[in-house]
């Protein structure tokens, strides 16, 4: 059973930048989509940026555009997201996600595969 494996979270404060990981324990060339959502407390899963595999297609939530960068390593079967300029109100658990049933994706629910979250904290 694949799974994500998920790193790099922690505190920052506001200006400062985070890089997180998702690593695949298998072969990730079938998953289609792999990406990141986040949740903040008494909000809903929102995504943030999502890359296609094979492809290198990338999409991101407006809140995000000009500030994260998500990047794929294939040989290592690892996404990464390079979070720049954080705002406070970046502060959220960050999951990532991947095995797109296809659809929109930015909906959490076209998504099979999830790695356990790992929290950023941005302060002032």
């Known amino acids: 059973q694949v799974q994500l494996v998920e790193s790099g979270g922690g505190s920052v404060q506001a200006g400062g930048s985070l890089r997180l990981s998702c690593a695949a324990t298998?072969?990730?060339?079938?998953?289609?989509?792999m990406g990141w959502f986040r949740q903040a407390p008494g909000k809903e899963r929102e995504g943030v940026a999502f890359?296609?595999?094979?492809?290198?297609?990338?999409y991101y939530a407006d809140s995000v555009k000009g500030r994260f960068t998500i990047s794929q390593d294939n040989a290592k079967n690892t996404v990464y997201l390079q979070m720049d300029s954080l705002k406070i109100e970046d502060t959220a658990v960050y999951y990532c996600?991947?095995?797109?049933?296809?659809?929109?994706?930015?909906?959490?629910?076209?998504?099979?595969?999830w790695g356990q979250g790992t929290q950023v904290t941005v302060s002032s």
């Open positions: 890359v296609v595999i094979p492809g290198g297609t990338t």
């Open positions: 298998a072969n990730t060339y079938s998953t289609k989509v």
């Open positions: 996600a991947a095995n797109h049933l296809g659809g929109r994706v930015f909906d959490p629910s076209r998504y099979k595969l």
